[in-house]
């Protein structure tokens, strides 16, 4: 893995809020405390947007939702920082996105490149939303793939196990996060 990177993506305040588990932050914060013991980065993704919604197009369904709700999902405010629970270290950055797949608006691919990543392990809330996207985008530029199945959620747990189990598969190893640690040691 000396080429990987660990994505710990959309686990916000928001959206741990509504779509999150105690289970599901507890297998993306041992998957981030491995990673780090092991010496992969670490990189936390979130959307948010500029004061005002700038980046938000009126026809864009999915983001005028969070421009509606008021300034919750602007960059500064406490519902679009990472959540707690994660320990995020001052030396991990934080991507922000302004769109659904973590490269989309980000200066993600950037700090990849020049951090010699080639190889992304992916958690991620939701799997058919921020995982989903980014696997796809990835894939076409060439990353290697890991999904943790266990630090990924959905609001339909049927998605989820589809998605883990049927789709992700043909672009990117499927496993749990004891499984990837195990890997590092």
């Known amino acids: 893995m000396a080429d990987a990177a660990l994505l710990i993506m959309d686990f916000q305040n928001s959206i741990v809020d509504r779509l999150g588990s105690p289970e599901v932050l507890e297998c993306a914060r041992r998957a981030a405390d491995d990673a780090r013991a092991a010496g992969v980065p670490v990189l936390f993704v979130r959307v948010a947007f500029r004061d005002g919604y700038p980046e938000v197009s009126p026809v864009n369904r999915t983001f005028a939702a969070f421009r509606d709700r008021g300034d919750a999902g602007t960059e500064q405010h406490e519902q679009a920082q990472i959540h707690a629970a994660l320990?995020?270290?001052?030396?991990?950055?934080?991507?922000?996105?302004?769109?659904?797949?973590?490269?989309?608006?980000?200066?993600?691919?950037?700090?990849?490149?020049?951090?010699?990543?080639?190889?992304?392990?992916?958690?991620?809330?939701?799997?058919?939303?921020?995982?989903?996207?980014?696997?796809?985008?990835?894939?076409?530029?060439?990353?290697?793939?890991?999904?943790?199945?266990?630090?990924?959620?959905?609001?339909?747990?049927?998605?989820?196990?589809?998605?883990?189990?049927?789709?992700?598969?043909?672009?990117?190893?499927?496993?749990?996060?004891?499984?990837?640690?195990?890997?590092?040691?």
């Open 87 to 185: 320990g995020r270290r001052d030396d991990e950055p934080v991507v922000t996105k302004r769109r659904v797949s973590a490269f989309t608006g980000s200066d993600l691919d950037v700090l990849l490149r020049a951090g010699g990543v080639r190889h992304l392990v992916l958690a991620g809330i939701a799997t058919s939303g921020v995982v989903l996207s980014t696997l796809r985008q990835a894939a076409d530029l060439d990353f290697g793939l890991t999904v943790l199945a266990d630090a990924c959620a959905d609001a339909d747990p049927e998605v989820h196990r589809v998605l883990t189990e049927k789709v992700f598969p043909r672009q990117a190893e499927v496993t749990t996060v004891d499984a990837w640690s195990a890997t590092l040691r």
